[in-house]
């Protein structure tokens, strides 16, 4: 299947710009090594850009050993009409067709959306289990869970995110009335939320002790707006917000992301794309907090595809992640990089 993209933005994220990406080439680390990529997007809006199946094999195709995928909701692929509740329910029949074709074996070996993490409104409490149940169905065994994204700042608007939500909004008394319901349904909880907002997870995390929760993208340390210029300050907040939270048994992090506007990184400015040298140079004070913190076990490398293309090419990003993980050993490399994931998401690799 050819590749659809072409230099497109992706929603407000950095702009993807192929033939900047084209000049770095490397040589693959460890082919070997097995990979589940356990967070990765399928999109195709006007505002957002293409990035569907044949886009996603075409990275793949750099020759690191992904043996599966995990698709990540984006607000996308709805029903265009039933009622609104249930309309996301479509995302998860598109993805798991995705997963279907994969299935195949007609497109490689790697088992692409092997999990499938959606999106469901927790804001009408108690009621979303009829969501859920039906996300179950519609996902012919492979749906996994929800994300509901909770990030939010004042000055959000300066790395272009421009979706309002509530203050706090993890504390509220309906949207957790809806959290309730994801245990009982066997489902885990993605979420996406900024350093300052940490201590808002660790109170959910601790409500609700049973509910498998995975945090997002290193946990989002701001370096734009008002912290921008301030990275050690904002580093020694977001360090100690880690910890507390990786005391909660029950939460997981996802080592990625770092490519986004709102990390403030400059890898996408230079004339050539960054290696992986520079890349696991910049992140491994973030990458190595969060390890140490919750463990290889509950740790895991995400590829963040393709919003995370704007900054720096597929193979160079894996390739960043094993040289991060050089000094650890093959049972931590084996969790890093598939086995944390599989678990989590009951991908049984």
Known sequence: MKPTTSATAISSHLVVRPEWLARRREEILEPGLPIVDPHHHLIDRPESGCYL?????????????????????????YRADGPVEMRPVGEIEFANGVAAMSASGGYGTPRLCAGIVGHADLMVGARVAKVLEAMIVAGGGRFRGIRYIASSDPEQAQWGATAVRPERLLLDKKLREGFAQLAPLGLSFDAWVYHPQLGDLVDLARAFPGTPIMLNHVGGPIGLGRYKGKRDEVFADWSARIRELAACPNVHVKLGGLGMKMFGFDVHEGDLPPSSEQLAAVWRPYVETCIEAFGPSRAMFESNFPVDKGSYGYGVYWNACKRMAQAASAGEKADLFHGAASRFYRLGI
Do not use: F
């Open 53 to 77: 199946m044949p886009d996603l094999l075409a990275d793949i195709a750099s020759d690191h050993n992904i043996v599966a995928t995990v698709y990540l909701e984006w607000l996308s692929m």
